[in-house]
């Protein structure tokens, strides 16, 4: 009888262990990035996190872009107007790998991230992030959850 208590309480333990873990991850979010025109057969993944302060980190990994390629990182709306915004600092790009993987992170106020509704990488097949006219280039998006 006393190791069937020992059992149950050991149950317990784990059962509010993971809610507490739910519950501290509450914050947290992770966004699909499908393909989009110029990302043909890519994919990735942006996980959100609270990193304190009232500021998110968004960390993006990506497979399948084109292979030493670069891209750069927006924050989109659609409606009621189409904005968009470079998430990070500087140009806001990276480069993908020899296999066409890459990894890209940035910090951002959780208030100006909830302003937004798409997340996009854009492909610039001249190389120069900073060509604007390759913005519509779109390889990989994702819906932000509000």
């Known amino acids: ?14 059962v509010f262990s993971l809610i ?10 992770k966004v699909a ?3 989009d025109k110029a ?4 994919s990735g993944t942006a996980a959100i996190v ?4 009232d500021q998110k980190e968004v960390a993006i990994t990506a497979k399948g872009l084109k292979p030493n390629s670069v891209y750069t990182v ?9 904005d968009m915004a470079g998430l990070g600092g500087g140009d ?10 890459a990894s890209y992170s940035a910090t951002i106020g959780t208030a100006d991230l909830s302003k937004w509704q798409l997340i996009e990488l854009a492909y610039h097949p001249s190389g120069d992030p900073k060509n604007a006219k390759e913005l519509m280039n779109i390889a990989l998006v994702g819906k ?3």
């Open 20 to 29: 507490a873990a739910l519950a501290i991850a509450a914050g947290d979010q």
């Open 50 to 53: 609270d990193k304190g302060g």
């Open 39 to 42: 990302g043909k057969g890519a």
């Open 74 to 82: 927006w924050l989109v709306n659609m409606k009621p107007t189409m």
């Open 144 to 146: 932000l959850k509000k």
């Open 1 to 14: 009888m006393q190791s069937k208590r020992k059992v149950f309480s050991s149950m317990l333990v784990v």
């Open 92 to 101: 806001y790009s990276f480069k993908s790998d020899d296999k066409g993987d």
């Open 33 to 35: 990035l499908k393909a």
